[in-house]
Each structure stands twice: as C-alpha cells, then as structure tokens.
C-alpha cells in the first residue's frame, strides 16, 4: 500500500512540474533573423563522422556521413536534410573475407594461406 502511495505521489509531482514547460512550447515560435552554422568532424580509432547544418530562415539544412571499419568490412551512413524532407542512406560492405582472397591470390606479394592446397 505504501508503495503504491509513494508511486502516485511521485507521479503527482512529476506531472505537477512538467505542465509548465509543456505549455511553453504550445506557443508561436519567434521569427529567425538570423543563420546558425554548425560543423562537427570527429575520427576516431575505427570510424569517423563529418557533419554539418545550416539553421537558416527558411529553415534547418544539413548533412552528416558516418563511417565504420568492421572486422569483416565496412560500413558507410548517412543523412541530407531539406526542410521538408529528409534522406537517409546506409551501405555495409561485408567485403573483409573476398578482400583477404583476392590479396592472397594476385599479385607481386601473393602467398599461400590455409586451405589454397599448398
């Protein structure tokens, strides 16, 4: 029972201080005179992620490309962002495996790995 007491007075309070802010963002936002740039690069051991928005007055423009290496390839993702619309794209390349193959196989270096008969 007082568990149930101590959940609802909780909960009371939680929706008691959120209807606040709640009503703040009903309202009209103000007009924008002015244009934001953002610019974010970041690389790191495995990946990297290159971004950018355009906070305009027509609206919000941007793009950002991430990219990862995997033990067994690649992958590469994305977003360009239009005011009205969005595109995403996302490309995994699992190409680690045929990669490893194709070195051994050709060229100057090629050497015998396990299971080529050798």
Do not use: C
Not at 47 to 54: E, I, N, S, Y
Not at 103 to 108: A, D, K, Y
């Amino acid at each position: 029972m007082k568990t149930m007491l101590s959940v609802a007075l909780i909960a009371g309070s939680l929706s008691i201080l959120a209807a606040p802010a709640l009503a703040e963002h009903n309202g009209q936002a103000p007009a924008r005179d002015s244009v934001d740039l953002n610019l974010d690069l970041k690389v790191g051991k495995d990946g990297f992620r290159l971004g950018g928005a355009l906070l305009g007055l027509e609206g919000l423009y941007g793009a950002w490309i991430n990219g990862a290496l995997r033990a067994e390839g690649f992958s590469v993702d994305g977003r360009i962002q239009h005011p009205e619309r969005a595109f995403n794209f996302k490309i995994n390349a699992d190409v680690g495996e045929w990669l490893s193959r194709s070195l051994r196989q050709s060229g100057p270096f090629a050497f015998p790995g396990p299971g080529d008969g050798s």
